[in-house]
């Protein structure tokens, strides 16, 4: 049970004066008697993690880390899921958190906040926590049978939440996802489509009729509603990668291309994300696609010896050993010490039928490592 005038309370905005202005409202009406202050999505989860919080104030619009994915974070984690929550948003995102907040907030409030809407909206959540409505009762009874194991349990509690409230499109969205852990793709698919049709946010219904179409086997599907979960919450990037990367080993590399494409698109193209991708398809040999985001990164990390590298070798299996040449030479001007980069470079020269080229790696090669054999096995050949 929550004591309104004992709680403790985190209030996260990225900016300083409405903590505090949210503070001495709370102390005016006298909610509250702990009152803790985040500034960033990450500062709010660390304080979240290491101390017991009843209610939690978090702004929706925060730069670094959105309130969005703060709040995703926490409804994933076992020991924060039940966390009070208030979304405070601006009236340009008014929309997009009613809708969003229907399955995963306990209430919005618009700025500017007042005392009155302030007090409004506390007592509710928690009198609803305090005392959770049918619907809320039974979807956490269906949480905890399925963490049990027993799933047909799970999805008689949530047709009971869904009986209790069938207007609200979680219930509805729990139904789909037990259905889908039973792997009752159909009864799945039905329930599912329906929470998303009452709800064009529910990130969750999206992202889990993706997985049910991908079991479906049918990717044109998939793919769709993959991309409409990750237009919704950058969250859902993640899923989008291993999305692609399960395509590529069914072997359609066309269609994970479209979808790594996308992603980076939606991600803005990040150097980090473009190096996964790469270095997964070089791993399974989807070598035009690797080169092209390779070349994309050393334009804006041109220090990155192994890139130049990876590069160098991913060439040689295409069979473009000029280029190849080109990248290892980059590399090996880079790290001048990597005994690989020199050996991987004498060898091109060899393939190239320059055995003149290919004295002076392996030579400088033999001055960092004297007994390297490799090295001196090719230096026979040059001579």
């Not at 409030?109 to 409004?120: A, D, F, G, N, S």
């Not at 809320?136 to 799933?151: P, S, T």
């Not at 001048?336 to 060899?350: E, H, M, P, T």
Request: contains cysteine.
């Amino acid at each position: 049970m929550i004591d309104i005038r004992e709680m403790t309370v985190l209030i996260v905005d990225d900016m300083v004066n409405m903590t505090k202005s949210i503070q001495n409202m709370m102390k005016v009406i006298k909610y509250g008697r702990n009152f803790l202050c985040a500034h960033t999505g990450k500062e709010a989860l660390d304080i979240l993690r290491r101390e017991p919080i009843d209610l939690l104030f978090l702004d929706y619009n925060m730069h670094e880390m959105p309130g969005a994915e703060v709040l995703r974070v926490i409804r994933d984690d076992i020991n924060l899921r039940d966390l009070s929550v208030i979304m405070i948003t601006a009236e340009a995102y008014k929309d997009f958190v009613a809708e969003v907040g229907e399955s995963e907030i306990d209430a919005y409030i618009l700025k500017p906040v007042t005392i009155k809407l302030l007090q409004e909206k506390v007592s509710f959540v928690v009198e609803k926590a305090n005392n959770p409505p049918p619907m809320v009762y039974h979807l956490k009874n269906a949480r905890d049978f399925e963490e049990k194991g027993d799933i047909d349990a799970a999805i008689r509690e949530a047709e009971m939440a869904m009986e209790a409230n069938p207007k609200v499109t979680r219930p509805i969205r729990e139904l789909g996802y037990f259905y889908f852990k039973k792997n009752d793709l159909k009864e799945a698919e039905k329930w599912l489509l329906k929470a998303a049709k009452m709800n064009y946010l529910d990130v969750f219904a999206f992202h889990y009729l993706g997985e049910t179409y991908l079991k479906l086997n049918d990717i044109e599907k998939a793919s769709h509603y993959f991309e409409k979960a990750m237009k919704i919450s950058p969250r859902q990037i993640r899923r989008g990668v291993d999305f692609g990367k399960i395509l590529i080993q069914r072997k359609m590399d066309k269609r994970a291309i479209q979808v790594f494409n996308k992603v980076l698109d939606l991600h803005g193209s990040s150097l980090e994300l473009r190096e996964e991708i790469a270095d997964f398809c070089i791993n399974e040999g989807v070598d035009e696609y690797a080169v092209k985001l390779l070349e994309s990164i050393v334009k804006e990390l041109p220090d990155r010896s192994d890139l130049f590298f990876k590069l160098g070798k991913t060439m040689e299996r295409l069979g473009n050993i000029n280029k190849a040449g080109t990248y290892l030479i980059n590399a090996s001007k880079i790290d001048k010490q990597n005994v690989d980069i020199k050996i991987s470079l004498a060898k091109n020269y060899l393939t190239l039928g320059n055995p003149i080229l290919a004295e002076k790696p392996l030579r400088d090669t033999l001055k960092i490592d004297p007994k390297n054999e490799v090295a001196k096995e090719l230096l026979r050949q040059c001579a």
